[in-house]
């Protein structure tokens, strides 16, 4: 029988609409959905690939426990019941016998994705308070959270541009027309951005490589990895020294203006165009053009969030929205009202509460970064972690140094991950729980509502029924609350499944029972497009999370790090820096085992300056060594000017070739993983959060023996 299905993409920030033909148990077309009010019918090359996920040999039906013969290893399928009763004994008797803290927990990127995790996760968390809790966000958006919560009072408030209806768009460290937008849900960016251009607008991109987006853009300029906090001090200095800033409407609630423009003083356009690239000229007409637009943005996100001044930049980029009064404006930058409000249902986050074990680093919302994993696994002493849980991570390719964290898991006395892959990080596991594919549960966007620009909501039905004899990721967590909760000697309960925690969120929500809208899950499920909610709309000093509902730029601790930003202002060492880059077919390191994404010519190369190339002797094609504090990789190496001189540009998620991974199509083009030469030093000081841009790197002509 054919059906036609409406499903959300959950592979990225997107979050397309989809409609699904299928004939009885196969996917027989995937397409954009021209009715969701968000997505307007736009899709991706990665949404074809649902199917391909859906239908993947290599992914896990049944949970596997691993058998060891000697040196050698097999994996045994057995039974749910023999996996979640040993996973919950296992991890408690480690618990018992070594404390809390001998627990790990590792929580990948795909969790925001996947409702059920996210609304299920403590099911079993609640009874682990580890300090070793890790996720994706310490390799990722920390900054953006901290600037959040130090500005408006909650670390997921973000302000999220609102690009079509802009005059004037500042990005720096952000590829949207690759990575389809983050920490903003901008589904077709790239029609967007024509629209800006062609109704007379300005896009101006900062970023070291000459990107997809830059592609589309008024204007580009080449920065140096890691400099722009000095690029974005200059561009505030320039507001204040020529008298542009004016909050606006923000005036009334805005405190901090003065002593951040003193704080800045050393900073002038002059000073900093050295160590940034960019000359005093462009710094200062570029601040003008800003303060003279009628709305403009000023976004940046992965570039410069993970690097050496992460937490400076974030920062430095909203008070560059708030000195203009910019934000919470019409074309600015807006606060959502999502119908599900996750922001005002969870806790606001915190900072510094406790520090890891070994290295002293700082909690952010009861996390540590994940860059003292592997340490605090080898270190040995009290609090020393012994077991890890992983789920929808694969911290082995998308942590730095992640050659030394793979050595670290092989140390552990019990590892169990919550994922479909044996993989590189899920090989070092004990047992793997495998849930049910993305097709077959249903799906809310819990996550990105809240980051989209335009308030939406839709609830998409699971394509096909649950197979039998299989779990959906937060049945997993619910099985295994219900094992720990039993042997702690605490009541059962009933977990309520997600669609109905969604269900009582749109009730109670902004549009829910006590407005005009009345939604809740049947009205979403009567509208599988979705329901349209309208444009983001002003709402401060309202929406703040602050005390006084005041929003003040002066954050000591900010403050206090320019200090060593001042230290950034010598200049380059003249050495290499490595950055990252994104493809669209790629999605971090877990969408290679699919044909139609990674067929066509090797996406793993360094791209190198022919200037840098012929100072070091090596031809485009060539093979050669590129090297770091921490390791040393053989490279295959592509002539680019799209990249600045001293700035090479290498894929992350790749390096599938490891012992006992069981990813047939992703072997075949394995790559090398970037994260085996970044490092798990190399971290932005103030948040801890890890500086995969902008690595020290030196490059030889001679590949590795
Ligand atoms: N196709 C695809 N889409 C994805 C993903 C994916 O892997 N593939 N991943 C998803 C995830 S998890 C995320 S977080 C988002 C990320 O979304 P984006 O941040 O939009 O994506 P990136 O391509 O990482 O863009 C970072 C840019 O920063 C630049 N950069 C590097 N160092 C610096 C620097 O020091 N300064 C400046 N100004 N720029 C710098 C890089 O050249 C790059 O162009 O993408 C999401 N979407
Ligand atoms: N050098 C460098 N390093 C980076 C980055 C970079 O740009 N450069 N980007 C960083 C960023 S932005 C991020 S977000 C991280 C990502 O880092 P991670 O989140 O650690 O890794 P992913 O590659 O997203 O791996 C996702 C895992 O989840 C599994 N999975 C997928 N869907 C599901 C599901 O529905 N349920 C379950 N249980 N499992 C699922 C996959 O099989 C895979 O094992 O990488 C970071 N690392
Ligand atoms: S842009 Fe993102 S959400 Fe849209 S189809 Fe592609 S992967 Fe899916
Ligand atoms: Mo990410």
Redesign the pocket.
Known sequence: MRQTHHR?????????G?LIETEDERVASIK?DPDDPL?RG??????IA?RDIHEDPDRLRRPVKKVRDGDAVRWEEISWEEALDSTAARLLAIYREHGVDAIGIYMGNPTVHNYGMMTHQNNLFRFFRTKNRFSATSVDQLPHHLASLWLFGHKSLFPIPDIDRTDYFLMLGANPVAS?GSIWTV?DVRRRIKDLTARGGRLVVIDPRRTETAALASEHHFIRPGSDALFLAALLNTLFDEALADPRQLAPFVDGLDTVAAALAPFTAEAVADSTGIDAGTIRAIARDFAAAEAAICYGRMGVSTQAFGALCQWLIQVMNIATGNLDRPGGSLFTLPAMDQISNIGPGGFNRHQSRVRGLPEFDRELPAAVMAEEITTPGEGRLRALFTGAGNPVLSTPNGRALDEALGQLEFMVSLDPYLNETTRHADIILPPTSPLEHDHYDIGFHINAIRNTARYSEAVFDKPEGSLHDWEVFAALGERVAAALGEEPRKPMAPHEMVDLGLQFGPYGKDSEHRLDLATLKANPSGVDLGPLQPQLPGRLFTAGKRIDCAVPLLLADLARLRGALDGDNGGLRLIGRRH?RD?NSWMHNYHRLVKGRDRCTLLVHPADLARHGIRDGDRARLASRTGELTVTVEASDSVMPGVVSLPHGYGHNRDGVRLGTARAKAGVSCNDITDDRWLDALSGNAAVNGVPVTLAAAPLP
């Open positions: 959300a993409c959950h592979l990225c920030e997107a979050i397309c989809l954009g997505s736009h899709i991706c090359p990665k949404a649902l389809n589904p669209v999605n």
